[in-house]
């Protein structure tokens, strides 16, 4: 008798196989399509058709962006020979790789990753290298590929392409920063390959799946690398070496009225244009380069940023040493990476000393204003938390065991 196993198996092997068919007919028709293109472009799109190319042809009559018309054929003219225009014949590139690519063998990241290192490769070379990339990629993927491109460029030069200026160029970076009017912020940019792989590893380091008592991570991988982004903008506000602007540390301004601070209900101003919720404003009054400047019935200041809210740098040594790190449980984030939370709220008159402190990371310290979970300091002076009934109807105190304790004398 056949196991459901065994069922299962043949069922994902048969749907598999229907995938591939779908896939290679999908590649094959649009390597087809740009060998046709390219035919057209010699035959003279203009004489035929009456478009000045046939990437805006194939724009009007696919209904596809005309980056995509050009990549394609852009890649087709790579793949398949043409003429100049005195009739004189040019020969493609890679004709091996249009051959596999008419087939459904290659993938278009395959194919650009192949004629890029072909386009490096001295002509007289250029026919075996072909052919040991097209057999690499019958049984690797295109960033496999890739590696073994750059092994035969560095063998066929290894000492690479001769500087055209021996002076050094200066490293692109640029970034743009906006606001839109829905209050959300849009990022983009382009770096240098230092600064770009530098930040990819920040990134990467920061935007690990999150540990701790609370459930899984299910965030996804944009979002991982977005709240990576701003526990590295928290990272650069607490060092001691950020430029000061105005003889004042970097921070934000933030403006609430004291009763919707106390409450949580309300919203809060956040610099110049930005808004935030009252609740939100709690979070950041704990302790951050955000100062809560808190209005009264007419909206005069009552406090802007009072002293004694803010952690001095003894204080917060001596809650680095203590808690070692985030103390929510199982989270694995170090010192530098948390803030200070005040356990009773310094709105409502809860002190600035370490009994009154906990260090959370931004996560958790979110988490902790918005959910059930609370955090208290037990008799032996160390933090531990109480979850929400719904994780535990006992509300049994938890402890976060990751962090390497301080050494003790015996």
Known sequence: MTSDATVCSAEAVAFADRIGEFVACMRSAEAGLGALLVEIEQRGVMEVFGYRSVARLLEHLADIPKAAAERLVKRARLLNPGRNLDGSPIPALAPATGAAARAGQLSNPMIDVITGVLAEVPCEHRESAEANLLTFAEEAGHKQVAALGARILGHLNPDGQEPVDTEPVAPIRELFLRR???????????????????????????????????????RTLPQRYGDAFSDAVDLALNSPELPMQAGERAHVMVAVSLDDLKSGVGTATLGDTGTISAAEARVHACDA????????????PLNLGRLRRL???????????????????????????????HIRHWADGGPTDLSNLVLMCAHHHRLLHRSGWEVRIAADGLPEF?????????????????????????
Not at 184 to 210: I, K, P, Q, V
Request: net charge positive.
């Open 289 to 300: 380069m955000i100062i809560p400047a808190v209005l009264g019935g007419k909206s005069e």
């Open 180 to 218: 839109k009017r829905s209050g959300f912020w849009e990022l983009s940019g382009r770096f240098d390959d230092e600064t770009g792989t530098r930040a990819s590893a920040l990134l990467d380091a920061l935007a690990e799946r999150r540990t701790g008592d609370e459930g899984p991570d299910l």
């Open 386 to 410: 109480l979850p929400p009934e719904f994780i535990d109807r006992r509300r049994k105190p938890r402890r976060n065991n990751l962090h390497e304790p301080l050494p003790f004398a015996a």
């Open 311 to 341: 952690i001095s740098a003894g204080l917060r040594r001596a809650l680095f040493l203590r808690d070692r790190g985030c103390a929510f449980p199982g989270c694995h984030r170090p010192p530098r990476h948390c803030q200070g939370h």
